[in-house]
């Protein structure tokens, strides 16, 4: 027979910092920025104790038992929407001033990821008070970070150094159009524009490495956050009245490789390399038209079969 312990306020207290923690872990500032700033800062990890408090609170509700007040849940799926709404809102907002724009597919994708956090940062309190409900402190810090490290490594995600080979690419033109390596980009009319370009300007090849990932790059917001991610790491010499210089991220249509070019403020192409590896795999990009094909052929042989 299972002995409960009487003192719910600890079991409250020990999930919700773990939960806390959690959250902190996740709102690590990285080479996006977001959010970097105090205030930003605050807000988050002021909805993560709140959503730690709600998955530590349940399991004194459920032991009680009160199942109605579980019901608070639903309210807090609720708020979780709302959160992604708001750094949607909050970031196509920012969207509006940035000269390298990050795209609407990288924009719904940290939107998803906050609220996905929220998510696991309530698991994770769950989990931990259920610990220390049924087996004490030592319990409760196993399972805590044991939860922690879990939530840790299903946010870390896919990126494109996963997926492709990034490779230096020659720039040069034909004509007056910008190529990287045989990929037209850009038509460059001034010529002294031009010689700037050869001069300092970088590229690299992006070859995916299976049919997944050539159908992952082809999608356009994939391409616009790589570029993005390259001129946020590398900087980049593009003012508002220089389209010139913008990122560009164009694919050949033969064979699915993708050329990026970009002005840095220093010129690296293994940094450029590294910039272009570490970008994230979105989720309304990531497609694997690979295992259609098992599928295809087994609806093949039932039709066959039927016939």
Same mark, same amino acid.
């Given at each position: 027979?299972?002995?409960?312990?009487?003192?719910?306020? %600890?079991?409250?207290?020990?999930? =919700?910092?773990?939960?806390?923690?959690?959250?902190?872990?996740?709102?690590?500032?990285?080479?996006?920025?977001?959010?970097?700033?105090? !205030?930003?800062?605050?807000? !988050?990890?002021?909805?993560?104790?709140?959503?730690?408090?709600?998955?530590?609170? *349940?399991?004194?509700?459920?032991?009680?038992? +009160?199942?109605?007040? %579980?019901?608070?849940?639903?309210?807090?799926?609720?708020?979780?929407?709302?959160?992604?709404?708001?750094?949607?809102?909050?970031?196509?907002?920012?969207?509006?001033?940035?000269?390298?724009?990050?795209?609407?597919?990288?924009?719904?994708?940290? *939107?998803?990821?906050?609220?996905?956090?929220?998510?696991?940062?309530?698991?994770?309190?769950?989990?931990? *008070?259920?610990?220390? $409900?049924?087996?004490?402190?030592?319990?409760?810090?196993?399972?805590?970070?044991? *939860?922690?490290?879990?939530?840790?490594?299903?946010?870390?995600?896919?990126? =494109?150094?996963?997926?492709?080979?990034?490779?230096?690419?020659?720039?040069?033109?034909?004509?007056? /159009?910008? $190529?990287? +390596?045989?990929?037209?980009?850009?038509?460059?009319?001034?010529?002294?524009?031009?010689?700037?370009?050869?001069?300092?300007?970088?590229?690299?090849?992006?070859?995916?490495?299976?049919?997944?990932?050539?159908?992952?790059? !082809?999608?356009?917001? $994939?391409?616009?956050?790589?570029?993005?991610?390259?001129?946020? /790491?590398?900087?980049?010499?593009?003012?508002?009245?220089?389209?010139?210089?913008?990122?560009?991220?164009?694919?050949?249509?033969?064979?699915?490789?993708?050329?990026?070019?970009?002005?840095?403020?220093?010129?690296?192409?293994?940094?450029?390399?590294?910039?272009?590896?570490?970008?994230? %795999?979105?989720?309304?990009?990531?497609?694997?038209?690979?295992?259609?094909?098992?599928? /295809?052929?087994?609806?093949?042989?039932?039709?066959?079969?039927?016939?």
């Amino acid at each position: 027979m299972i002995v409960l312990q009487p003192d719910y306020l %600890v079991v409250i207290l020990l999930g =919700v910092l773990a939960g806390t923690i959690a959250r902190v872990i996740l709102l690590r500032i990285d080479y996006r920025q977001y959010p970097g700033y105090p !205030h930003g800062y605050l807000t !988050h990890t002021a909805l993560g104790f709140i959503a730690s408090a709600l998955g530590a609170v *349940a399991v004194p509700a459920i032991f009680k038992p +009160d199942y109605v007040a %579980v019901t608070f849940l639903v309210l807090a799926a609720q708020q979780f929407r709302e959160i992604r709404n708001m750094e949607r809102q909050t970031l196509e907002s920012l969207e509006e001033t940035e000269l390298v724009k990050r795209g609407l597919d990288y924009i719904e994708g940290i *939107a998803r990821t906050f609220e996905a956090r929220n998510y696991l940062v309530m698991g994770t309190s769950f989990v931990t *008070a259920l610990a220390a $409900q049924l087996g004490g402190l030592p319990a409760a810090c196993l399972v805590g970070f044991v *939860a922690i490290t879990a939530s840790y490594y299903f946010m870390s995600g896919e990126v =494109v150094g996963d997926i492709c080979e990034v490779v230096p690419a020659r720039l040069n033109f034909e004509g007056f /159009i910008l $190529q990287v +390596d045989e990929i037209g980009l850009i038509n460059v009319g001034l010529k002294s524009m031009r010689e700037k370009i050869l001069q300092d300007g970088l590229a690299v090849l992006i070859k995916p490495k299976d049919g997944n990932a050539r159908a992952t790059i !082809h999608d356009i917001g $994939q391409r616009m956050a790589i570029a993005f991610t390259a001129a946020v /790491i590398m900087g980049t010499k593009k003012d508002v009245d220089i389209p010139e210089y913008t990122p560009l991220a164009r694919k050949n249509p033969d064979t699915g490789e993708v050329g990026l070019y970009i002005m840095p403020v220093e010129k690296d192409i293994e940094q450029l390399i590294a910039a272009v590896k570490l970008t994230p %795999v979105l989720e309304s990009a990531r497609s694997k038209p690979l295992e259609a094909g098992s599928s /295809i052929k087994t609806v093949f042989k039932r039709v066959n079969r039927a016939e």
